[in-house]
């Protein structure tokens, strides 16, 4: 049996325990700290694992006619992926105080299903793993989020990820279609070809890219795809927020690494793929910063914030180099880790003062000094400060981006990438108006907060050192990364 | 052993059955506990029949090849389940049956028990019957007793509505078939199909009196299994039926009406078939009508029943589809095949959804969506085993409905027909909101009475067993798979 498997299972598995009877607590998070563990260990192993490739493989074959297995594999990639789920899903854990069972099976099976797209290397098995986490955040949305129209939210989420999997689906197919060896049609990543450029399909492959950038876009919150997003991040429960935006949102953007990018190689160059894709971005960094520099509530403006950070990944993948990618997957890590941990603390603001509104905040500071300066630190990171590890992502995009320059004169990526910069500018306006709003200023009257308890630091401290060590030291993960995706 | 043997065995034990409830006074759940276990012997003695095993004297008119034995093992299941939806339901039907409920208890069970056994050799002649005649026998034996069961419940109106809307139209459809089948046999003096595949493989003339022909055949079919425009019949009748008559009417006259379509197309569609491209064109059209109307339509239901009426249309639908879809080699499976193979995932996730009903209707829950709202409250496993049909309905991956909607994607996606698969994929859609609708109402805050549902020891198995059918064939299609093609 594979070590990948016994991660995989291990949030399923409690999962069920939990469901069962077992002390919820307890059960979820000695199963997600060894899950984080197990694949620290094997992130350290694997990087003495000679020549890349994928590792600690298994496979059992569920369907003979088309090749269905169901096999783990991780490389560079799955791992740092893997390294997000797992730590985001042990915060994610910790900060349930006093709540139904539901939260700790919901977290499980959202943390397994995310688990399981990315340790497994065979695609129906990426695609299905992906669904798990469906109906768990339908429900927790809708029976225990915040806001009013907690209801019509969870329908917009569900049925915006619904349609954008199916069309998905359709889009895998063809990919299964086009990139089958000559023995019959395989789902199994490692068994399939990048599609013949003079072969029968390769007039169709544009178009198939293209279904599949709509299907995983729409997952990832991609403009104009993206109307779900906010909202739900918005009313979600904190551990529900934490793992949607954090992890399950970035499933999305492995899939187009793992699957479009590499078996349809340089098509998203084609000019106008390249062109939609550059717009559709630019929506996301520009019109949605645009919104959240608007927002007058701090969850609103954390959900369309992480809505607009899509748009530098994109830009990474849209780039079509290797420096682009890498940058595009250290900064899916980055943004995961600072996203959750700014939900986290929102979480403890809304849980103790019972409204997020700006208006109604201010001066936190004098009575909670820790959550001031954590929260401070999660701000930073966002906003992309130096030393921090958003920085060495979205540095790394926007050279990527800007790499082919010399050769192909002034383009239109590099006008994208240009308008990109001011992006970070909009994330300083709001991110560091809402700091000040929240924590300084004139206190207002009735809204008291206390510093969290020693227990509930901990998963702050843990989000935030990962941070700083990935921003001091890149090296950490981009070893891993470029050891899948390759180096120039 | 034949396979026909076990038809007469069951044949002549429904008659058994039926002078035993007329002259003896045996308590009736006898009755229906002496049909399960004659049932079940012939599923098991199933396994021991070798395929193409045929007397001499039926070669012509009926065929055991694997896809034969696959069905007849489906026949078997959902007769089972449906006598145990039975049991759990007798109430209700004592209810509406006897002119005194109180004092005769088990007035006219004895018929209700033992009808299912005919309609199951009925199906089971019906997926080995290779001849018009044999079809139309076996196609009316299955719809005859339907009549009586649909209107069983003769104190109820609504159940004799169900009854007329179901005896008028079906007489009339069978009118239809029966046309059709004339001249057909009138066109090429042939009653068999493999005779008559000859003779439309190596067509002179005109084809207009083929097709005519052919269409009134699949209107008659189209009746049957519940396909656009002829479907108008499903929602009342799925409602006004007593619930183990409809799960029956869902899952067994479904299969029915698709294994006698499949010989039926794969006859019409034979290399070189005169009405070939005819007849894609109109199961294409037919199959994404069908398909958008059943998912449509069932957005806006709020009774449980009648939504998986116009589920069952739904489905109906992409099982049309697969037929339309000759381009299958690269899957494995030919469309027949394929059809099978979404069938038998459909039989566990509708079936958990009508015993539910059924059970819950006994003991007073009414079939509002509404009335479950909790259920996963107060029981989790009943909660967790519904979810799981219900997503599995809705297509979800890693439980059987998803594989069955994968093979008909990837074929649509195989013969290159991006139309049907954009209406495929707006149907599922639809479905995702539908389905996951009561999933949400089971799992919300019990308002004042909270649903609470006790199952026999029967029942939990028979639900246990398909639960884990859902799961097993969800990731790890094979099983089924490895039986049906053989």
Redesign the interface.
């Known amino acids: 049996m594979s070590p990948l498997e016994i991660i995989i299972l291990l949030p399923i598995l409690a999962a069920l325990a939990v469901w069962l009877g077992a002390p919820a607590r307890l059960t979820s998070l000695t199963a997600s700290l060894a899950g984080l563990v197990l694949t620290l260990v094997l992130a350290v192993q694997y990087q003495s694992h000679p020549g890349g490739g994928m590792a600690f493989t298994s496979a059992h074959t569920v369907l003979a006619h088309p090749h269905i297995q169901f096999a783990v594999g991780a490389d560079g990639l799955s791992l740092t992926m893997a390294l997000l789920t797992t730590l985001i899903t042990s915060a994610a854990l910790w900060s349930i105080v006093d709540k139904e069972r539901i939260y700790y099976i919901a977290s499980l099976l959202i943390s397994a299903g995310a688990l399981g797209a990315f340790l497994t290397t065979d695609i129906f098995f990426i695609y299905s793993f992906h669904e798990l986490a469906l109906i768990p955040t339908l429900l927790m949305i809708a029976l225990h989020g915040h806001g009013e129209d907690r209801r019509a939210v969870a329908w917009k989420i569900t049925i915006y990820l619904g349609v954008g999997s199916l069309v998905l689906l359709a889009g895998l197919l063809g990919v299964i279609w086009y990139c089958s060896p000559a023995s019959g049609l395989t789902f199994d990543l490692l068994a399939l070809k990048p599609f013949d450029p003079q072969g029968k399909f390769a007039a169709y492959v544009p178009a198939n890219f293209f279904i599949l950038l709509i299907g995983f876009g729409t997952l990832v919150s991609l403009f104009p795809f993206h109307a779900w997003a906010a909202p739900a991040y918005a009313s979600a429960p904190t551990p529900v927020a934490m793992l949607h935006a954090g992890v399950l949102k970035k499933f999305g953007l492995y899939g187009l690494i793992r699957i479009a990018l590499p078996l349809f190689p340089d098509v998203i160059l084609t000019p106008w793929i390249q062109q939609a894709l550059l717009l559709m971005l630019l929506g996301n960094i520009l019109v949605v910063g645009f919104i959240t520099i608007h927002q007058r509530r701090l969850d609103e403006m954390l959900a369309n914030s992480s809505v607009m950070h899509m748009g530098y990944i994109f830009l990474g993948l849209a780039a079509g180099n290797a420096l682009g990618q890498n940058g595009a997957v250290l900064l899916m890590f980055a943004h995961g880790i600072s996203i959750a941990l700014l939900f986290l603390l929102c979480g403890k603001l809304r849980s103790n003062l019972g409204t997020l509104e700006f208006s109604k905040l201010g001066g936190l500071a004098t009575n909670a000094p820790f959550l001031s300066l954590i929260f401070g630190f999660a701000t930073f990171a966002s906003i992309g400060l130096p030393g921090l590890a958003n920085f060495a992502g979205e540095i790394l995009v926007f050279l990527g981006a800007f790499q082919s320059f010399g050769e192909q004169g002034f383009g239109m990526i590099h006008v994208a990438t240009i308008l990109s910069l001011w992006g970070v500018v909009m994330s300083a306006v709001y991110m560091l108006r809402a700091y000040r709003k929240i924590f300084f200023g004139e206190a207002t009257t009735g809204r008291f907060i206390t510093d969290p308890t020693t227990a509930q630091r901990i998963p702050m401290f843990l989000l935030a050192a990962v941070l700083l060590a990935v921003g001091c030291q890149p090296s950490l993960l981009l070893n891993l990364i470029q050891s899948a995706i390759g180096a120039k | 052993m034949s396979t026909i043997s076990l038809e007469v065995f069951l044949g002549a034990l429904a008659l058994v059955l039926l002078l035993v409830e007329t002259f003896a006074t045996v308590p009736r759940k006898l009755i229906a506990y002496a049909a399960i276990g004659g049932l079940l012997a012939a599923l098991v003695a199933l396994f021991f029949c070798a395929k193409g095993a045929v007397p001499p004297t039926l070669v012509e008119f009926y065929k055991v090849d694997s896809l034969a034995l696959f069905y007849k093992g489906l026949a078997l299941i959902s007769t089972i389940a449906v006598l145990v939806i039975a049991l759990e339901y007798t109430p209700v039907i004592n209810q509406f049956v006897s002119a005194e409920p109180e004092k005769t208890k088990e007035a006219g069970l004895g018929e209700f028990y033992a009808l299912p056994l005919i309609v199951c050799v009925g199906l089971m002649v019906m997926a080995s019957a290779v001849d018009l005649i044999t079809i139309f026998v076996s196609l009316e034996l299955t719809t005859v007793s339907f009549y009586v069961l649909v209107a069983y419940m003769r104190r109820s109106a609504s159940s004799l509505e169900a009854g007329v809307k179901y005896l008028i139209l079906g007489a009339l459809s069978t009118g239809l078939l029966v046309y059709g089948m004339a001249w057909l046999y009138g066109l090429t003096g042939q009653m068999t199909l493999a005779g008559i595949t000859d003779k439309i493989t190596h067509w002179q003339g005109s084809t207009a009196p083929l097709l005519f022909a052919v269409a009134l055949i699949l209107a008659g079919l189209g009746f049957k299994v519940a396909a656009v425009p002829f479907q108008i019949w499903v929602p009342d009748v799925y409602q006004g039926a007593p619930t183990p008559v409809t799960a029956f009417l869902s899952v067994g006259s479904k299969a029915a009406g698709f294994i006698v379509l499949s010989r039926v197309v794969e006859m019409l569609l034979a290399k070189d078939s005169a009405v070939a491209p005819q007849v894609v064109q109109v199961l294409l059209i037919i199959a994404g009508a069908t398909i958008l109307f059943g998912n449509l339509a069932a957005i806006a239901q709020t009774n449980f029943k009648r939504l998986l009426g116009y589920s069952s249309i739904s489905h109906a639908g992409y099982l049309l589809l697969a037929l339309a879809c000759t381009q299958t080699g690269?899957?494995?499976?030919t469309p027949s095949e394929i059809v099978a193979f979404y069938l038998a995932t459909y039989l566990p996730m509708t079936l958990i959804c009508f015993l539910l009903l059924a059970a819950g209707r006994a003991q007073g829950i009414s079939e509002d969506v509404a009335s479950f709202r909790g259920l996963a409250r107060t029981s989790?496993v009943l909660g967790?085993t519904l979810?799981l049909a219900l997503?599995s309905l809705a297509g979800?991956?890693?439980t059987a409905g998803?594989f069955g909607k994968f093979f008909v994607?990837?074929s649509a996606?195989?013969e290159g027909n991006y139309a049907s698969?954009l209406i495929a994929?707006i149907g599922?859609?639809a479905g995702?909101?539908y389905y996951?609708k009561i999933?949400?109402v089971i799992?919300?805050?019990p308002e004042d009475q909270p649903p609470v549902i006790q199952l026999s020891v029967l029942s939990k198995c028979l639900l246990g067993l398909f639960a884990a059918a859902i799961i097993v064939i969800g990731?790890?299609?094979?099983a089924v798979?490895n039986m049906l093609v053989k």
């Open positions: 690269a899957l494995g499976f989790p967790f979810t997503a979800l991956p890693l998803f994607f990837f996606t195989l698969l994929i599922a859609a995702f909101y996951f999933i949400l799992h919300s805050l990731v790890y299609p094979d798979r």
